[in-house]
């Protein structure tokens, strides 16, 4: 999947700009300057390579989690040093998606040069493009809180890994 993407995206890079309109169904509408295409191509790459870290995370939490769940089915117990790291790992992650999917993309926008107007048309130089827009915050607490959530369970896997070694030992 990550090849693909990553084939896709280089292609996309050498694409004319009115091409890049049509296939993300942007709204662009443009005053006649000269580097409204340039705008549009770094406006659609951002969009393009931010979705696809989106989805490199994903692609990790979901891998620790088959990890976890074949590890339950060769050793028997949930609770062994390996999967507390992976519960870590995940909770770690859905973290990560925090950042991923709060608004920190329209940050990088301002930052290059574009200016937003009511987080959801960037200007730039007379170029608008409308995109789709964050919820306003640069965090999605939500996720935040979720992987607070998982990382408190890791621990609590960590304390079950303790007293399973005590068991295996006492017997």
Do not use: K
């Not at 009115?18 to 295409?37: A, D, I, K, P, Y």
């Amino acid at each position: 999947m990550v090849v693909v993407r990553l084939v896709y995206g280089t292609w996309l890079l050498f694409q004319p700009a009115e091409m890049l309109v049509e296939h993300f169904s942007l709204g662009v509408s443009w005053t006649g300057t000269e580097g409204w295409r340039g705008a549009v191509r770094f406006a659609c790459g951002i969009s393009f390579w931010w979705s696809t870290l989106f989805w490199i995370v994903i692609a990790g939490i979901l891998w620790l989690g088959c990890a976890i769940f074949r590890g339950i089915d060769r050793q028997g117990t949930p609770f062994l040093p390996c999967h507390v790291r992976a519960v870590r790992g995940i909770g770690l992650l859905v973290m990560a998606l925090g950042l991923l999917r709060g608004s920190l993309p329209e940050l990088l926008y301002t930052v290059c040069g574009f200016a937003l107007e009511r987080q959801e048309t960037l200007l730039r130089g007379g170029v608008r493009i409308v995109m789709e827009a964050g919820g306003g915050s640069l965090i999605n607490w939500n996720y935040l809180l979720l992987g607070g959530v998982v990382l408190c369970l890791s621990y609590a896997f960590a304390y079950g890994a303790h007293l399973q070694q005590e068991a295996d030992e006492t017997l």
